[in-house]
């Protein structure tokens, strides 16, 4: 069974400061993983994923992520924030089991301080 | 082109009452996804569509709830004798076919049980 953990409920960081919003995942196969973001009164939008080919993953919005396996973690990271990262992200991991349903975190809110 | 599209945007309801919500997927995608939000979570699976049949529905959480899509595109999911505990965000997302896919989310409907 696939499962993901999102440390972190709350994070906050200054503008232009680094993000870095943690993920770890629980899988029993190779997993695809997934950071959606999440703007208030919008829908899940996809900020990047990881399929297996490259580790180092990249995203729109200066967004990346980085597989490793052996801590089974995929955190997010962007070197500068912006006022307009300020949303809800969410990591997801999904199997090739046939569904392919996406398995959540809880969620990290990230606010942003001018 | 458009997007994942749901109607209602909101809809309040009484304990004991029967409802249904729309899901209008991006043309051509064959996969159709249910999931539910709750204050504070992450998005739960509750059922998957592969075509007209339900591939998963392994995430529905009692026999109140039910799903179909008769011709492959518009998904109707209907809840029976509704409880204050299914108040939630329901959103739909659909895809291509693979677990590596983007699921494209719509912006929910916000079900509200009185």
């Known amino acids: 069974a696939q499962s993901v953990t999102q440390l972190g409920s709350h994070v906050s960081v200054s503008e232009g400061a680094l993000v870095l919003l943690r993920c770890n995942y629980s899988s029993s196969v190779p997993p695809y993983l997934f950071w959606y973001v999440q703007y208030p009164n919008q829908g899940l939008q996809l900020l990047l994923k990881y399929t297996s080919a490259a580790t180092l993953v990249k995203g729109i919005n200066g967004f990346e992520a980085e597989f490793k396996k052996s801590e089974t973690s995929f955190h997010l990271t962007k070197p500068s924030a912006h006022m307009s990262d300020a949303a809800e992200y969410f990591c997801a991991v999904s199997e090739d089991t046939g569904a392919n349903n996406l398995f959540f975190g809880t969620g990290t809110r990230l606010t942003v301080i001018p | 082109g458009a997007g994942v599209s749901q109607t209602p945007s909101n809809k309040v309801t009484e304990k004991g009452k029967y409802v249904e919500l729309r899901c209008d997927p991006i043309?051509?995608?064959?996969?159709l996804y249910w999931y539910r939000q709750s204050l504070g979570q992450g998005p739960e699976f509750l059922i998957y569509?592969?075509?007209?049949?339900?591939?998963?529905d392994s995430g529905l959480p009692n026999d109140r709830f039910f799903a179909v899509r008769p011709e492959g595109s518009v998904s109707t999911l209907k809840i029976q004798r509704t409880e204050r505990g299914d108040s939630a965000v329901y959103l739909c997302a659909s895809s291509l076919k693979g677990p590596y896919n983007e699921q494209f989310f719509g912006p929910g409907t916000r079900l509200t049980v009185l």
């Open positions: 043309s051509g995608h064959t996969a």
């Open positions: 569509f592969q075509g007209t049949g339900a591939a998963d």
